[in-house]
Nanobody
Framework: VQLQASGGGLVQGGGSLRLSCVASGNIFSIDAVGWYRQTPEKQRDLVAQITRGGSTTYEDAVKGRFTISRDNAKNTVYLQMNSLKPEDTAVYYC???????????????WGQGTLVTVSS
């Protein structure tokens, strides 16, 4: 599985951005796609995730502001980010996860990061 992330940039506080993650390769093996973010001071944390069945989860800090969605026809997962705050500034990474049932383990695939900078 290969992932191509895009959509980052510089935005003023209160503004919006939409990140895109295009998947290619063995996409039928993907069980969930998530967006993570990382700053120099913090580890890479999950921001939002959407499963094969369409269930979504969000980090508490982004609930009500961010929305994860997908377009199956385009093999793309989006992260719509509204009401952005300076603390949302980070490198955002797209992740695809495959659950290996025989070993009950995960295989994780990562896209390149895309930088989101929110000015105050």
């Amino acid at each position: 599985v290969q992932l191509q992330a895009s959509g980052g940039g510089l935005v003023q506080g209160g503004g919006s951005l939409r990140l895109s993650c295009v998947a290619s390769g063995n996409i039928f093996s993907i069980d969930a796609v998530g967006w993570y973010r990382q700053t120099p001071e913090k580890q890479r944390d999950l921001v939002a995730q959407i499963t094969r069945g369409g269930s979504t989860t969000y980090e508490d800090a982004v609930k009500g502001r961010f929305t994860i969605s997908r377009d199956n026809a385009k093999n793309t997962v989006y992260l719509q980010m509204n009401s952005l705050k300076p603390e949302d500034t980070a490198v955002y990474y797209c992740n695809a996860r495959t659950v290996v049932l025989t070993t009950l383990s995960d295989i994780n695939y990562w896209g390149q990061g895309t930088l989101v900078t929110v000015s105050s």
